[in-house]
């Protein structure tokens, strides 16, 4: 017993190194959030086919087959780590068992299991091997873990045991990630008690199949990690005095836009009478292609909306600007795009979709909250394509704002 205990935990050892050194091959690694106690708890049942034998193997059924079920509340420690107390009953109904064949014989007594009550301890291992990442769905761990065993017979009340189990499991993320359904297979060792080491006997192999709801996190951990997440924490009390700052820039920016229109024109202009053989028309199309890619910065308002990590509502401490962008657009009849960028945490595909959902959210805000003409506004997302310095920089997590022409 002892030999199959150690093995299993040089496995898991072994293991562990493994995910430790690939994780730092990852340069940009996504980061696991620091949620609190009150965040990730689940809650589950399971429907268990077991068999329970003495002596044997694995697959000696002994004709001690059995149906049961279990409870159970868990805990997401980590990306690679989760517990769980469980309360089960492997023997529920005992329709398949032999009577004269019991799982246990103790001093002429025929025993059966009764009744667990245990803490499980979930790795999961292609988690731990490629690292955090928010998008995947299925997860293929170990289990392992100690408990009580309620022994009974048809004489007595039965007796208490302890008991060791392991196992394999194999999980899928279902219905946005909230619900899960799994299947285990396992097999625990019981001793009696007060003399464990010596009177280790019977085994119960299960194999179970559940569901598991993720409540997910506390609205306070959400918030807590939208705040971490900001690369600057700036002061939006006085943001109604600078209004009238913004709208001079914005007068400013339509000027240039009138300077930046007429050498478009004149350009154009020109390429109409040089020759198509010289090779200058081609020249003059380039700049003038030019000029138009840097409209989005010519015209970009002087600030963003920032988002925490993985989100795309804006935060309350967020919604000054958004006001402040409302009134820009009533003392204006220009259009506008809204364009969402991410940083580099997620897939590309992923983080495409995440910047046009932070777009299309912003442009609800402004339509349904201060009525402004949803005809006027535009929506899309550059996902991770494009970045301000570093693309770790939490700045790029934001949506922003451009005046587009007529």
Request: glycine share 8%.
């Amino acid at each position: 017993m002892f030999k199959k205990l150690f093995k299993v935990g040089l496995l898991a050892g072994v293991m562990m190194f493994a995910c430790n050194a690939n994780a730092q091959d990852l340069k940009y690694a996504p980061v696991y959030p620091q949620y609190g106690f009150w965040s990730n708890w689940s809650i589950g049942g399971t429907l268990i086919y077991s068999w329970e034998y003495e002596h044997g193997g694995i697959l000696d059924w002994r004709e001690g087959s059995n149906i049961g079920a279990s409870l159970f509340v868990e805990k997401e420690l980590n990306h690679v780590w989760a517990a769980r107390l469980i309360a089960q009953t492997p023997g529920l109904w005992k329709g398949f068992q032999n009577v004269n064949q019991p799982a246990y014989d103790r001093d002429g007594i025929c025993y059966d299991r009764y009744g667990k009550l245990g803490v499980d301890f979930k790795l999961s291992i292609n988690n731990a091997i490629k690292g955090y990442d928010p998008d995947r769905k299925g997860s293929f761990y170990l289990i392992l873990g100690p408990g009580f065993a309620f022994q009974r017979d048809d004489i007595n009340a039965g007796f208490i045991s302890m008991y060791f189990q392991a196992g394999l499991g194999l999980s899928k993320k279902v219905c946005n990630d909230k619900s899960t359904i799994f299947i285990e297979l396992t097999d625990d060792v019981v001793a009696d008690i007060p003399n464990p080491i010596h009177q280790w006997h019977d085994m119960t192999g299960m194999l179970s199949i559940g569901y598991m709801y993720n409540f997910g996190p506390t609205e306070a951990d959400l918030e807590l990690i939208a705040a971490r997440a900001l690369l600057t924490q700036e002061n939006f009390d006085a943001l109604n005095n600078e209004i009238d700052g913004l709208r001079k820039d914005l007068k400013d920016s339509k000027a240039n836009e009138a300077r930046l229109m007429d050498k478009i024109k004149a350009l154009e202009a020109n390429q109409k009478v040089v020759k198509a053989d010289d090779g200058t028309a081609d020249s003059l199309r380039k700049v003038i292609e030019g000029y138009e890619k840097d409209k989005d910065n010519f015209y970009a308002m002087p600030f963003s909306i920032l988002y925490g990590v993985d989100q795309y509502t804006v935060s309350a401490d967020q919604m000054n600007k958004v006001k402040a962008i409302a009134q820009i657009m009533k003392d204006c009849d220009n259009d506008f795009e809204i364009i969402g960028y991410c940083d580099y945490s997620g897939s590309d595909e992923y983080n495409q979709k995440l910047s046009e959902k932070r777009a299309e959210n912003v442009k609800k805000l402004l339509v349904n909250k201060y009525g402004i003409d949803g005809d006027r506004l535009k929506t899309s997302g550059k996902g991770k394509t494009l970045h301000f310095g570093d693309i770790k920089n939490a700045v790029n997590r934001r949506v922003s704002f451009y005046r587009t022409n007529k």
